[in-house]
Nanobody, 123 residues
Framework: QVQLVESGGGLVQTGGSLRLSCATSGRTLSTYAMGWFRQAPGKEREFVAAVSRTGGTTGYVDSVKGRFTISRGNAKNTVFLQMNSLKPEDTAVYYC????????????????WGQGTQVTVSS
């Protein structure tokens, strides 16, 4: 069992930036494939970005390509989502997720989820 805690959300204006963090304590996340998802009010949760265990493979939903970057921290117990050029349609609760089985999970197959952090982009 791994507990994931997201942080870094908040209110930002259109065009602004935020960096989300996903951390765990007591263990490393380097043995898990990691992903970020988001859920806007009234919508289903959607995939945002994913990174492989080593950080060498990443993937993004088309709507965030070129604006968001997923990465692993040097401390090996943190994963980041750098979000630039934010748009109102990026407003959602953002969740990180971990997959203990796969090298790279992509859009599905995650075993553990955090509680989420709210991102609000004002127009």
């Amino acid at each position: 069992q791994v507990q994931l805690v997201e942080s870094g959300g908040g209110l930002v204006q259109t065009g602004g930036s935020l960096r989300l963090s996903c951390a765990t304590s007591g263990r490393t996340l380097s043995t898990y494939a990691m992903g970020w998802f988001r859920q806007a009010p009234g919508k289903e949760r959607e995939f945002v970005a994913a990174v492989s265990r080593t950080g060498g493979t990443t993937g993004y939903v088309d709507s965030v390509k070129g604006r968001f970057t997923i990465s692993r921290g040097n401390a090996k117990n943190t994963v980041f989502l750098q979000m630039n050029s934010l748009k109102p349609e990026d407003t959602a609760v953002y969740y990180c997720a971990a997959d203990r089985e796969s090298y790279y999970s992509g859009t599905s197959g995650y075993d553990y989820w955090g509680q989420g952090t709210q991102v609000t982009v004002s127009s």
